[in-house]
């Protein structure tokens, strides 16, 4: 049950008193690499970048420093748009990024505007965090009081704008073209990829940057130590530390920075440093690994190591990573529909096979629950999310526009795959229960995922 | 790889195994479509951007990456790409697709009006699942809610498919509904307490794929299998929108836009498309009325006719031909206003002829100044606004400099005295007082030199003017001022910037085609002068009047003088609609004998001596020519109610009485004559009014030259006849046969669906005419007269048979005219000396300005009731300094005299109209701007005072109603 040495890089002011305030953050060598970065060209800071080979951390994980390559040359203007609308079940890391050191996501997003030459930067938070936006807003307000943003930034002629912008409560927004169009004043709902891929036509239909709030807050470090130092952490494949929300039936539940590829989940969950094991002495019957659109995990997977490839390949995600922990008296049935419900909830209402299906998908797992299952009902809810997610297959493939709706997909196949009896369960008890068909496998085809 | 040597304009695509060639660009389901194969669709319209939300029409597109699931209507074909329509997997998302979208479906299809012809029902019947498998609740809402007085929303039926919201966002530019809420409780609504009141919202109704919005006028009227209908041309207004006129047991119920290119890309506004109610109004004139002693009493039309033939002879016998008039003949088909025109010029021998009511421009301005179509229009760089407000006059022309604005980025120039519906979208928009466009014009086309005070502007529009020609949207913006200085401000600009083009803002129905046809003084039909064309005339006519006649203005002042003894009005009211009412009054009273020929009893047909009862829009055929010249068909849907009859039989009966044979006996043989001797129609032939080319309305040579030059390419509107409209039935949904031309040419000739059963037997008698017509040409003559003009329609249903046999001769026919003497030329617009400018104003005085709104007190809308309601009683608009100077809040009512009368009212501030300046909407309910005017000065001038008490009353309602567009 080894917890890696490695150093904490995000997480450092965390538990001090002063690591918001431009003092404390300065004092703990704060706005050091932007200083050095101004001193340097952009395309150092974009080299180190790519050398680090920094995993996007908002959800699909994809290397920031390529991203940032695909913006068009010479096409201007640009903007960076920072996701911080974290709205997904079970994850709330950024939210503390952004509360204990806003300075430190500020100075990202100077670093990575300067490397990608964009004179605008806008921070879109989530609308419940009244207290990230507080801080925030105190933070950047410091910033350019102190030359740090601004016109001719520390004195190095270079300029440029911090935008803030908070949500009003849809988690679709957190998809970065739903984002891009609630900053331009428009209902969040996703826009088609393609035409519409940000770096190419985000925001005002100009190349625009979406990076995640966790992404972001690595580069002042990256920018100090070198993307090498970042890329020597963790594995070749998934490199540096990357924040864990560990929430669910653990001991202790909570946000924890650990070294990716060399951390596995059992270290995650059972680490008395970490989550401390099962609560009660319970025993595990499910995880998700990374957020509540993820496949769910079990034991056997406990000691898969936190990467990216291997839990992809596990047929799962670390996504946004939350760890969501079930015990032993978890109902796979109610825990299933609750998810639903929430991506049920938050459908923005843009296509049909989301808006009509999750609805739907809640309303027969209801209808289970309330003792009014068919047997029917098993066969009917993989149908209905083989038609949101022909295959019901991992990577989900989509009749969608964006991921939200194969998003309530996942738990069902899950839950359908692992605890089927629970299900059947529900009906056999229930007042249409008949007889229970014979020799009808309504998990064939399915079942091996 | 050997050198490519052939350069390859299309992009080879496989569609289920057949390889096809595709417009780079284009969208798949574009493309899968013209190669024939028909990609189901509920969010896609071709003439909007794609939303790729429904996803109805995902198919599986490899791109060589393996098959993946994409909405076909958001996929640009590529080079190699293949697409799978058939594949188990594109099916299977496509039928989940339909499941999602019939779960909370009501499936009302027995209560809807969509139910028969819509594409959801369709869908649902080719490809759906047999039996649902969604056993809980649906959705429920309130059913329907009134989004506007004219459109109700049914929000269960709703699928959410953007199209009504992008329509209104981004077509329109009315951004009036919306999404509301979130998910699966998604709904389509209004703003609170903001109606959805635009002009254009009928077109939400047509292009709703399923019976979610119901258009008021249409609600239970019919089922669509019961819908008989035709397609032709709207001519409530001068646009000319494409349109399919349907019925249901002989009544217009419904209007629907057809797809075309050049015009109306399958648009409406709801005047157009809701004024079919006037049809079936019950004030509907059935019978002819002749006045004795002093009261107009019902008489036969061998009756009226021949107190018609007898007033007119006795007057022209002891007054003189030129004691004779004619007045109006916007309203007609081109082969009424021609009959009547050879009428007026060859058998009562009068020059005093006139479609426009004084609110036109003269006929040389219209006609000799080189033309240019919409398309040139939304093509060329720069647009300059001379004229009316745009968005109330010609909506749709509207609707395409709208889009030319926002998406091919036209510049637009106004000059106009107010702010108008398009001055949001120009790139400068320059205020001028009452009657002095024409100094504006010469200090822009100077460059902002020599301007008062606005200097600057006026430099900035010159710099974005530029140097080269323009094309020039030309009208009247106010009826409360002379035309002179508009014509002069169009010479200036065609002077100074050489090839200038112009595209004529005149608004009534077919008041160009009236134009063609002669009916205006010194203008013979085919765009020719009195003077050029008088020896070809009088060869081919017997006579033509040698002096040129008098205009409205002169007619109606003449007659006010005793000088006018016998006065037709050809569905002109000039007692409502002419911009000078004390004048129309004086005139109407002091005629000696006056005809009104009218679908209603207007004002004055309540004044005439014989009225007769004519047949209008839906109720006969011909053709129709739009501000462009472009001619198109009108074909009849339904009998005229009682024995109303066509107006070129009219003049043909009329004449026939007054001992002279016009020679012309059905719409067929006038329209062979038209071609053969109205120079600028050479060449327009049956022929090819019956191809599929003319759907998209023809153009005469003179007005299609220009357009090539100054249209893209792209634009051409004859190289694809007929797709634009099959297209429009892919995505509308028109019922099967509106675009074919033996619909177009055949319903209401026995041919179309409607002929089998007892229902064919009375559109058969639609076709002819009434019955009663008919059998009332029997009392007193020829009963030849009806079955010639049922033989001629037939001419018309056998296209192919007998097409050729009736174009030949009338081919033959022009070469046989012009052996005679030659064929004049036509009109060239011929600049006179500017007019100087208009006398200085008082400094108690303010400058009047009158413009029209789209909903107003004219015969259509107020005889639609569900129109009728939109149009208002509208404020005096003065601008708030004015107000203030005057010690007046907004809101107040006051005084306002002319040298005409004075009269009470409310009066609003309005920041769009500018210091010096007041606003009254002509024609209003219950308001009065042409008792203020006096037509024969340039300018009108009134003073405002305070009344004693003041009151806001009215003032809230007009405020929303003018700002309903
Ligand atoms: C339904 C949905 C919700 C998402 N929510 C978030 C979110 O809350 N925060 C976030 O950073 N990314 C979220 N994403 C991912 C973003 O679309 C985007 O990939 C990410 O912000 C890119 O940042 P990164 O490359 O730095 O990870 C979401 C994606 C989807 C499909
Ligand atoms: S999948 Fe759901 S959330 Fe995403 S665009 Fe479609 S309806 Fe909106
Ligand atoms: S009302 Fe009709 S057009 Fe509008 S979104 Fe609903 S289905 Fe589409
Ligand atoms: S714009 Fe004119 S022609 Fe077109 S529908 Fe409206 S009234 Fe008819
Ligand atoms: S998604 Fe293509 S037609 Fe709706």
Sequence with gaps: ?449 | MAEQTEVKTTVSITIDGRTVEAQPGELLIAAAERAGTYIPRFCYHPRMEPVGMCRMCIVEVDTGRGPALQPSCMIPVADGMTVSTESEVTKKAQDGVLEFLLINHPLDCPVCDKGGECPLQDQTLAFGPGESRFVEEKRHYAKPIPLSDLVYMDRERCILCDRCTRFSTEVAGDPLITFVNRGNATEVNTFPDDPFASYFSGNTVQICPVGALLARPYRFKARPWDLDQVESTCTACAVGCRMAVQSSSDAVVRHLGIDVDPVNWGWLCDKGRFDFEALSDEGRLTTPFVRREDELVEASWSEALTRVAEGLADARDRHGAASLAVLGGARLANEDAYVWSKLARSVLGTDNVDAQLGDGLPAEAVLGLPRATIDAACAAGTVVLLGPDIKEELPVLYLRLRDAVVHKGLRLIELSPTETGLTRLTAASLRHRPGEVAQLMDALLAGGRGTRGDGVEVAEAAALLGDGPVVCVLGRASLAESPDSVVAAAGALLEARPGTTFLSALRRGNVHGALDMGLAPGVLPGRVSLDDGRAWFADAWGSVPEARGLDATGTLSAAAAGRISGLVLLGADPLADFPDRDLARRGVGGAGFVVAIDAFLTPSAQQADVVLPAAVFGERGGTTTNLEGRISRLNQKVTAPGSARVDWMIAVELASRMGADLGLESLEEIWDEIERIAPSHAGLTSDRLRTSEALDGLLPAATADVETEGAPPTMSQVDEPGTSAAAAQGTDHLPGNVQTEESSLGTGTGSGPGAEGSEGAASMAAAFGAEADVADYGEGTTPAEGGGEAEAIALTADAVAQGASVGEPSGGGTEGASEGAASPRTIRFARSAAPSGPPKIDSYSLRLVSGRKLYDAGTLVQHSPSLAGLAAAAPLRVNPADLHRLGLTSGARIRLSSSRTTLVMVAEADLGVPRGTVALTFNQVGQLAADLIDATMAVTDVRLETLAETSRVGSRSSRRESSGG
């Design chain 1, 1 to 449: 049950m080894a917890v890696t040495d490695a150093p904490k890089i995000i997480t450092t002011r965390f538990d001090l008193d002063d690591g918001r305030t431009l003092a404390g953050y300065e004092r703990t060598g704060g706005y050091e690499s932007l200083r050095a970065a101004l001193a340097s060209s952009p395309a150092d800071v974009l080299a180190e970048v790519k050398a680090a080979n920094l995993q996007g951390r908002g959800g699909a994980g994809f290397p920031a420093g390529t991203k940032w390559g695909f913006l068009p040359a010479d096409v201007h203007p640009r903007y960076l748009v920072v996701n911080g609308d974290e709205s997904e079940p079970g994850t709330y890391k950024d939210r503390l990024l952004m509360e204990r050191d806003p300075h430190q996501l500020i100075e990202g997003v100077l670093l990575a505007s300067y490397a990608v030459e964009a004179k605008q930067a806008f921070i879109y938070v989530r609308g419940e965090m009244a207290v990230a936006q507080e801080r925030l807003a105190t933070a950047l307000n410091e910033a350019y009081a102190a030359g740090l943003v601004g016109r001719d930034i520390a004195g190095s002629g270079w300029s440029m704008d911090v935008v803030l912008h908070w949500g009003a409560g849809a988690y679709i927004v957190g998809e970065e073209t739903a984002l891009i169009e609630s900053l331009e004043g428009r209902r969040g709902m996703p826009r088609l990829k393609p035409p519409f891929f940000p770096a190419v036509k985000g925001l005002y239909l100009q190349p625009t940057i979406v990076n995640n709030v966790e992404t972001l807050a690595n580069i002042p470090w990256i920018v100090r130590n070198g993307g090498a130092a970042f890329a020597g952490l963790g594995t070749e494949e998934s490199a540096g530390m990357r924040l864990f929300a560990l929430s669910g039936h653990v001991r202790n539940p909570g946000v924890y920075e650990v070294e990716m590829g060399r951390t596995t989940f059992r270290d995650l969950i059972e680490a008395p440093v970490l989550g401390g094991g099962i609560r009660d002495g319970g025993t595990l019957k499910a995880f998700i690994p990374g957020g509540a659109s993820a496949p769910w995990f079990y034991e056997e997977h406990l000691d898969l190591p936190l990467s990216k490839a291997t839990v992809d390949k596990a047929g799962s995600m670390l996504g946004s990573g939350a760890v969501v922990v079930m015990d032993h008296t978890t109902d796979a049935v109610k825990a299933c529909a609750r998810i639903v419900r929430f991506f049920a909830h938050e459908s923005c209402g843009k296509c049909t096979p989301c808006r009509e299906g999750t609805t739907w998908l809640h309303q027969i797992l209801q209808r289970i629950l309330a003792g009014d299952g068919r047997w029917s009902d098993l066969e009917l809810l993989l149908d209905v999310s083989d038609n949101i997610s022909p295959g019901i297959a991992w990577p989900p493939r989509q009749t969608t526009i964006c991921p939200l709706g194969p998003s309530a997909v996942s738990p069902i196949a899950s839950a359908l795959r692992r605890f089927r009896p629970e299900f059947e369960a529900y009906i056999e008890g229930g007042r249409h229960a008949g007889a229970r068909p014979v020799g009808v496998d309504v998990l064939a085809g399915v079942a091996a995922g």
